[in-house]
């Protein structure tokens, strides 16, 4: 069974600072099956990111993906006060499977 | 716009059962295959449930096989999930997701993702 591992758990910053979220597979992941998605209190998760790089529609262009094999980054370039949320990646092997969450605070 | 509505839930005693509904538009809906996705409270994301376009297919997490079942009318383009012998571990809120099987034709790659999802509908397992 395919685990994503999100770390850090909380990540606390300033707005206008770069976000660095990371997420590893325990094993290597199919390029096209890769995603991050945002949720916010109260709310549905929302698409961010697909096939490890791609934009969703309306994302803006601070949000990027990267990464390759087993290690994913989700890096936010200068943090807006409504990028603050909980960050989940999720892969698609046998059945979707969502790492943990990072969850991304104003310090 | 594509909506995804669900309804169905409330308040259950442990060993019960419940049927959520997920009411679709703003897209057709036997193009898609669609997915149960749940939240404890103040928890992850835990997929549920998978049907195929048809219908004919679906897949379950170990945590609910032989107990949920998921359904879709495309008359009526709505996804169910039909809940028995429910446990307290079955609180939580229940999402439905659309899947996104999105052909790049520049990379050749094929990407699979939920691109669209519900608000949620709370399920609350206890005597």
């Known amino acids: 069974e395919l685990v994503l591992t999100q770390s850090p758990g909380t990540l606390s910053l300033f707005p206008g600072e770069r976000a660095t979220l990371s997420c590893r597979a325990s094993?290597?992941?199919?390029?096209?099956?890769l995603a991050w998605y945002q949720q916010k209190p109260g709310q549905a998760p929302r698409l961010l990111i697909y096939?490890?790089?791609n934009r969703a529609t309306g994302v803006p262009d601070r949000f990027s993906g990267s990464g390759s094999g087993r290690d994913f980054t989700l890096t936010i370039s200068r943090l807006e006060p409504e990028d603050f949320a909980v960050y989940y990646c999720?892969?698609?092997?046998?059945?979707?499977?969502f790492g943990r969450g990072t969850k991304v605070e104003i310090k | 716009q594509v909506q995804l509505v669900e309804s169905g839930g409330g308040v259950v005693q442990p060993g019960r059962s419940l049927r959520l509904s997920c009411a679709t538009s703003?897209?057709?809906?036997?193009?898609?295959?669609m997915h149960w996705v749940r939240q404890a409270p103040g928890k992850g994301l835990e997929w549920v449930a998978v049907?195929?376009?048809?219908?004919?297919?679906?897949y379950y997490a170990d945590s609910v096989k032989g107990r949920f079942t998921i359904s879709r009318d495309i008359s009526k383009k709505t996804l169910y999930l039909q809940m028995n012998s429910l446990r307290s571990e079955d609180t939580a809120v229940y999402y439905c997701?659309?899947?996104?099987?999105?052909?790049?034709?520049?990379?050749?790659?094929?990407?699979?993702?939920?691109?669209?999802w519900g608000q949620g509908s709370l399920v609350t397992v206890s005597s």
């Open positions: 094993q290597s992941v199919s390029t096209s099956y």
């Open positions: 049907i195929s376009l048809e219908g004919d297919k679906k």
């Open positions: 999720q892969q698609h092997g046998s059945s979707p499977t």
């Open positions: 703003g897209f057709t809906f036997s193009n898609y295959a």
């Open positions: 096939g490890i790089s």
């Open positions: 997701a659309r899947w996104r099987d999105n052909f790049d034709s520049l990379t050749g790659f094929r990407h699979y993702y939920f691109d669209h």
